[in-house]
């Protein structure tokens, strides 16, 4: 996706942003996240703010960025506080709370694991709001009915815990980019994030030693991780191939064979 820096967009934009963060004296372009086309930090008097919006034109992308918005007062706490939302210039625009931090380190041994843990934790807790897509839908074009039912539940999940949109900083850690929120078991996002240990080459057994401190996940009907299994495997080699796809559903088969 081309990124487009701030003092790149619009001065419309610039002014309707303004109207909510004051004058803006500097910007910092941020090249991370999938879902946006244009991110900064953005320098105010009140203080920093980051902002990350879509061109109007991307039904796609304010689909995202309206569900992000839709859950954000579930989330606080476990990701910041969204402070407005602006759509001017041909963009819509999104602005947080900043948050001062640097991606998880998941690699095997890292400090950061206890704190990703506790964000985890903290999200298991939330239940997803009124009008949150339910999770099993994303897999209905390749499970059978009785195991789409065994991937639906109440709980908000994120669904896209890669160290991008973990930060760690000041002694805890923050989950954000909440564009792909679904409603779930609450053991779904331990299986994601457990498979992101094992790419950031943490061996398998101690991957799933550290899912086995969520009570959720131990708790986890073997049948409805095995369909959650195969379900992301066939969707990824649609997607890429089999060929492809064969390293990353190996590490997600780790997850069926646990169970």
């Given at each position: 996706?081309?990124?487009?820096?701030?003092?790149?967009?619009?001065?419309?934009?610039?002014?309707?942003?303004e109207?909510?963060?004051?004058?803006?004296?500097g910007?910092?372009?941020v090249?991370d996240g999938?879902t946006?086309?244009?991110?900064?930090?953005?320098?105010t008097?009140?203080?920093?703010v980051?902002?990350?919006?879509?061109?109007?034109?991307?039904?796609?992308?304010?689909?995202?960025?309206?569900?992000?918005?839709?859950?954000?007062?579930?989330?606080?706490g476990?990701?910041?506080?969204?402070?407005?939302?602006?759509?001017?210039?041909?963009?819509?625009?999104l602005?947080?709370e900043?948050?001062?931090?640097?991606?998880?380190?998941?690699?095997?041994?890292s400090?950061?694991?206890?704190?990703?843990?506790g964000?985890?934790?903290?999200?298991?807790a939330?239940?997803?709001?009124?009008?949150v897509?339910?999770?099993?839908?994303?897999?209905?074009?390749?499970?059978?009915?009785g195991?789409?039912?065994?991937?639906?539940?109440?709980?908000?999940?994120?669904?896209d815990?890669?160290?991008?949109?973990?930060?760690?900083?000041?002694?805890r850690?923050?989950?954000?980019?909440?564009?792909?929120?679904?409603?779930?078991?609450?053991?779904?996002?331990?299986?994601?994030?457990?498979?992101?240990?094992?790419?950031?080459?943490?061996?398998?057994?101690?991957a799933?030693?550290w899912?086995?401190?969520?009570p959720?996940w131990?708790?986890a009907?073997?049948?409805a991780?095995?369909?959650?299994?195969?379900?992301?495997?066939r969707?990824?080699?649609r997607?890429?191939?089999?060929?492809?796809a064969?390293?990353?559903?190996?590490?997600?088969?780790?997850l069926?064979?646990?169970?």
């Amino acid at each position: 996706m081309s990124r487009t820096g701030w003092w790149e967009l619009p001065a419309g934009v610039w002014a309707a942003v303004e109207e909510r963060t004051g004058p803006v004296a500097g910007a910092r372009d941020v090249a991370d996240g999938l879902t946006c086309s244009t991110a900064a930090v953005l320098t105010t008097a009140s203080g920093p703010v980051f902002m990350k919006g879509v061109p109007a034109g991307d039904a796609r992308g304010r689909a995202a960025q309206a569900m992000e918005a839709a859950v954000n007062a579930a989330v606080l706490g476990v990701g910041p506080r969204l402070l407005w939302r602006v759509v001017a210039g041909g963009w819509d625009l999104l602005g947080f709370e900043y948050v001062e931090g640097r991606h998880a380190d998941l690699s095997t041994g890292s400090a950061d694991l206890a704190l990703v843990a506790g964000v985890l934790r903290a999200a298991q807790a939330v239940r997803a709001p009124e009008g949150v897509p339910s999770f099993a839908d994303r897999f209905a074009e390749v499970l059978p009915p009785g195991q789409l039912e065994l991937l639906r539940g109440d709980s908000l999940l994120h669904t896209d815990t890669n160290p991008h949109n973990l930060l760690v900083g000041d002694g805890r850690a923050w989950l954000v980019d909440w564009a792909m929120p679904a409603a779930g078991p609450a053991w779904v996002d331990v299986a994601y994030t457990t498979v992101r240990l094992m790419e950031a080459d943490c061996p398998p057994g101690e991957a799933l030693e550290w899912a086995a401190q969520f009570p959720a996940w131990a708790a986890a009907d073997p049948r409805a991780v095995g369909a959650f299994v195969a379900g992301a495997c066939r969707l990824w080699e649609r997607q890429v191939g089999a060929r492809d796809a064969r390293p990353s559903n190996g590490r997600f088969t780790v997850l069926g064979m646990a169970a």
